[in-house]
């Protein structure tokens, strides 16, 4: 019965927090690029009135899908599939602490030191705009860093517990593994500054695939 329980928690979380991220990161997140105008994506970020509310609810929607994949983790208790998925979990625990970290710098001390640039005497403005930009690439180091272990290595992880199990089908197992190897490569490119618009490609289908995930999970626990 708990088993059961946890399966519905956790394709009801998996399902929700998939959702809430694709929403909040397509439609709802604010389009900068610190790269091309530093000093208008500083502009914008510091007038924002969503801008820390979306990075507060992207928190809460990642944790969701943080439960579907500990829900995915247990429903699958034996051979190697449960070996990967383990290793998988584990992977995810790391992944999410640097995300979070990520989120904190880039969700609210960016707008603060946003602020701090815009409304400083005109003589603090540079050293304001260096301590901004520095921000930034603290920023982009965590993204990079996040990208390749939580949508990275962990789905890997996971999508090779789902092939060499019985569980759920296998080829949705090998679209993880796909995922993940892309999402690792993006993440690689972004930690030398560079980076291929069509590979958020792949985290868009990672989330549809925790989507999927977590309706199966609750198929699954109305049927155990």
Same mark, same amino acid.
Request: no cysteine; aromatic share 10%.
């Given at each position: 019965?708990?088993?059961?329980?946890?399966?519905?928690?956790?394709?009801?979380?998996?399902?929700?927090?998939?959702?809430?991220?694709?929403?909040? !990161?397509?439609l709802?997140?604010?389009? &900068?690029?610190?790269?091309?105008?530093?000093?208008?994506?500083? !502009?914008?970020?510091?007038?924002?009135?969503?801008?820390?509310?979306?990075?507060?609810?992207?928190?809460?929607?990642?944790?969701?899908?943080?439960?579907?994949?500990?829900?995915?983790?247990?429903?699958?208790?034996?051979?190697?599939?449960?070996?990967?998925?383990?290793?998988? =979990?584990?992977?995810?625990?790391?992944?999410?602490?640097v995300?979070?970290?990520?989120?904190? &710098?880039?969700?609210?001390?960016? !707008?603060?030191?946003?602020?701090?640039?815009?409304?400083?005497?005109?003589?603090?403005?540079?050293?304001? =705009?260096?301590?901004?930009?520095?921000?930034?690439?603290?920023?982009?180091?965590?993204?990079?860093?996040?990208?390749?272990?939580? =949508?990275?290595?962990?789905?890997?992880?996971?999508?090779?517990?789902?092939?060499?199990? &019985?569980?759920?089908?296998?080829?949705?197992?090998?679209?993880a593994?796909?995922?993940?190897?892309? &999402?690792?490569?993006?993440?690689?490119?972004?930690?030398?500054?560079?980076?291929f618009?069509?590979?958020?490609? =792949?985290?868009?289908?990672?989330?549809?695939?925790?989507?999927?995930?977590?309706?199966?999970?609750?198929?699954?626990?109305?049927?155990?």
């Open positions: 019965m708990p088993e059961r329980i946890l399966l519905r928690i956790g394709g009801v979380s998996a399902v929700v927090g998939s959702i809430l991220v694709l929403v909040l !990161q397509v709802v997140h604010p389009r &900068t690029d610190m790269e091309a105008d530093p000093e208008g994506a500083l !502009q914008l970020i510091a007038e924002s009135n969503i801008w820390i509310g979306s990075h507060v609810g992207m928190i809460f929607a990642v944790l969701l899908v943080a439960g579907g994949l500990v829900g995915l983790y247990r429903s699958i208790t034996s051979g190697a599939g449960a070996a990967w998925a383990r290793l998988g =979990f584990a992977i995810l625990l790391a992944g999410m602490s995300l979070l970290v990520y989120l904190g &710098t880039d969700g609210i001390a960016k !707008q603060q030191v946003a602020e701090a640039w815009v409304n400083a005497p005109e003589a603090e403005k540079a050293a304001a =705009f260096r301590v901004a930009l520095a921000l930034n690439e603290i920023d982009q180091a965590l993204l990079a860093i996040f990208m390749m272990v939580f =949508f990275g290595v962990a789905f890997v992880l996971y999508g090779l517990a789902v092939v060499t199990s &019985t569980v759920y089908p296998r080829w949705l197992g090998w679209l593994v796909v995922g993940g190897v892309g &999402t690792v490569l993006n993440g690689s490119l972004h930690a030398y500054g560079s980076s618009d069509i590979l958020i490609l =792949f985290h868009l289908l990672l989330l549809v695939w925790v989507l999927v995930m977590g309706i199966l999970m609750w198929r699954k626990a109305r049927g155990a």
